[in-house]
């Protein structure tokens, strides 16, 4: 199997390509949302691609988005390219496996990051103040440490080709307002929580994760995007589980050591080695087949 880069759809609108998904506007004022094989590492996106995991991505998030139906709704119309409208059925060769329809939102432009362990960006930023977003912490907290209770840390949702930057929760308020921030709160705690619980039993930590939510027509907040993925979430093995280091996770532990020794320059993109996107691809393979119980159709 090939990697497939991009989606070449020439009869739908394309609206969007992100760093990972195509996005089409199809009938009905719905969305196509493609999952590529691309991808990105310090917000780079790589020359090439790990083949299939575009497939893994997107039905890890059907898996999520049944799981955690009961609790919000979701933007999932279809995932069954046989469902979806006449004028994607061409197409049905590259989507199967990798895409959904999905009603089209207004996403809310903070990034809901919930933390349950100390790491990334909120490690480095708890060493220099004690604080994660700026949220005061108890001393004593060590790399990959457990943190009393999790913690929302929001970052800002940049435009292409930006950084996000993380958000003390008051901020997330100013910028979308305080009843849309407590309720995005209170709900991204309670996803964490709930996936965190089912994870554990299936021997995987899930350390931190960020959901996006929209809003529709009526009003609601509705879980958007891809969730709780290995690009979106840190996923640890809990056998290994070691306080005090960094943990080799299940996303993209090998791209980064990779880039790590060529001394990447966080900015042109680069192609990764063949060993690297085999085992790169294995992880992926392996959190979906322990979280689920399944293999992914790739
Ligand atoms: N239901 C939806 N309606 C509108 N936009 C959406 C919806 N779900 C996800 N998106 C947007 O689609 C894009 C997904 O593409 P992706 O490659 O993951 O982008 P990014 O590079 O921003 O991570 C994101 O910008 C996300 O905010
Ligand atoms: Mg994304």
Redesign the pocket.
Known sequence: MSALLESHCPDLTLL?R????D?YEVEGGH?L?VATDRLSAFDVVMTNGIPGKGKILTQLSLFWFDQLQHLAPN?LITADVAEMPASVQPYADQLTGRSML????E?LPIEAIVRGYLAGSGWKEYQAKQTVCDIALPAGLHESSLLPEPLFTPSTKAEMGGHDENIHPDQAVAIIGADRAAEMEALALKLYATARTFAADKGIIIADTKF?F?TNAAGEMVV???VLTPDSSRFWPAAAYTEGQAQDSFDKQYVRDYLESIAFDKTTPVELPAHVVEATLAKYVEAFRLLTGNDPVL
């Open positions: 969007a992100g760093k990972v998904r996005l969305l949302f933007h999905v009603k089209r939102v996403i996006e929209g958007a995007d891809e």
